[in-house]
């Protein structure tokens, strides 16, 4: 952006906004009619606004979404060239570009093998869900349809995806909700009293077998975890824990469903987050990263096991899966799809996550070395969060006004952070930032500054 006053189409866009937009999460009170930022033009780690002002997005997009950051032509012509040579025809045949980043990721990802395509992290972990319960009704009459969801994990947006989520706030007043879906506890170490206690992993999973046997292991189809909580606060799971999960869920044949909606496509440093526990899950859900923003697509991936179950299911039974999605058929999303997982293995992204994930962690710890309202520092790779807390001793959380004081003041100078979500609950206190899997030292030491130069004006 090189002039300071939007463009004609632009102002016009501003004016349409305000009068006809209706923004997710936002109260458009404050807004008094006008549109919030306008962003109208993104490169690498940045976008500016109408205004022509220019902001470091520390939160790749807001929401952990563009994985290989802004303006890359290369997915751009691709998903052109693809279009204008077949755009859309249903999933029920086959496109070039579908087939061939299924192949991609299945490379990514030994054990799994079958790939189905929809268009959002919510619609992803729905099919999964359908999958569960269809092969329930295959093979037991429906009886093992239960699915089971963790507090504090967010699972999506829709009426069923909600039903599985964790979080108070976002479901309140959305109800009722769908059945058979039963939550057990998160195993959040920074908040349980005994999360310093080395089995804290092998007991907060243990917990989960006790939901099983109380709700009848014959009823528990499977169970949906993120790998590494997103929006419930930045959370990785403490050591063992996805090891006993994989144990019970064997135990008790409950499938394990991960959901990579955040933490897919290289965010924390492996392809995947389940990566970095050594688990073997039967369904794997993504969908922000996988094309980086640049097309909308999401995928449901799970075992030929699986696949298998309806291949040879009987036919009287009606074994073939039965769901369909309209715009699982855009042959764009696999083709955008394809272009972002070569450049995250040719710029070798996966290794600059790893690296610019321990450089941030070691500035975050001096950040909380210098700041006491800072209780935690979490992250994996490139996924980070830092819980803001009144007292370190109580860990009694800050109010809102603080962490949403923070963010304020990094907009002011440039750097876009991001925060949880305001909940009826605590996790309302944690700053997040996960930038583009392109970060450099430079980039991690401007959101730093930014966050040190905030947080001396909001607590000190
Ligand atoms: N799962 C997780 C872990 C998420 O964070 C989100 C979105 N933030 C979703 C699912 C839902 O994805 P979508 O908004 O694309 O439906």
């Not at 089995?199 to 975890?225: H, M």
Request: glycine share 10%; net charge negative.
């Amino acid at each position: 952006m090189t002039n300071n006053r939007p463009d004609i189409l632009t102002q016009q866009a501003i004016e349409a906004d305000g009068a006809h937009m209706w923004h997710h999460l936002t109260q458009h009170q404050p807004l008094d009619g006008k549109a919030p930022l306008m962003v109208v033009e993104g490169k690498g780690m940045r976008v500016w606004d109408a205004s022509g002002r220019e902001h470091l997005d520390a939160v790749s997009g807001a929401v952990w979404t563009v994985n290989v950051g802004y303006g890359r032509e290369s997915i751009a012509k691709a998903v052109y060239d693809q279009l204008i040579k077949m755009n859309y025809f249903a999933n029920s045949a086959g496109n070039v570009p579908g087939g061939l980043f299924a192949e991609r990721l299945i490379e990514k990802m030994p054990g799994l093998s079958r790939v189905y395509y929809s268009n959002s992290g919510s619609e992803a972990n729905e099919k999964g869900y359908k999958l569960v319960r269809q092969l329930a009704a295959l093979k037991n009459d429906g009886k093992k349809h239960k699915i089971l969801y963790r507090d504090r994990d967010y699972h999506g947006t829709t009426i069923t995806a909600l039903s599985s989520t964790g979080q108070l706030q976002r479901k309140d007043q959305y109800g009722p909700f769908t059945p058979g879906f039963v939550e057990v506890p998160h195993c959040m170490a920074y908040r349980s009293p005994n999360g310093d206690d080395p089995d804290f992993g092998v007991q907060a999973a243990c917990e989960i077998e006790k939901v099983i046997l109380r709700e009848d292991p014959d009823t528990v189809g499977s169970i949906i975890l993120e790998p590494i909580t997103a929006g419930g606060g930045v959370i990785p799971p403490p050591e063992g824990y996805f090891e006993t999960v994989q144990e019970i869920c064997a135990k008790y044949g409950v499938l394990l469903h991960i959901d990579e909606v955040v933490c897919g496509m290289g965010r924390t440093g492996k392809w995947f987050g389940y990566q970095h526990y050594g688990v073997k899950p039967d369904i794997v859900t993504m969908a922000k990263g996988v094309a980086s923003g640049y097309a909308a697509i999401s995928v449901t991936a799970t075992t030929e096991a699986l696949f298998n179950e309806f291949l040879h299911a009987p036919a009287e039974k009606m074994n073939y899966f039965r769901d369909i999605s309209t715009f699982g058929g855009c042959a764009g999303g696999p083709a955008a799809a394809l272009e972002n997982l070569r450049i995250i293995e040719e710029e070798n992204l996966l290794q600059n996550v790893t690296n610019m994930g321990e450089y941030f962690m070691g500035r975050f710890a001096e950040l909380q070395d210098k700041y006491p309202v800072i209780g935690d520092v979490r992250g994996v790779g490139l996924f980070m969060g830092l819980e803001l807390v009144k007292d370190r001793k109580s860990k009694e959380p800050v109010d809102e006004s603080v962490t949403a004081g923070v963010v304020a003041d990094c907009m002011q100078q440039g750097v876009i952070i991001g925060r949880t979500n305001r909940s009826f609950e605590t996790f309302n206190n944690t700053l997040c930032f996960s930038p583009a899997l392109i970060c450099t030292k430079d980039d991690a030491d401007q959101i730093v500054e930014a966050v040190d130069n905030a947080l001396a004006k909001v607590v000190l």
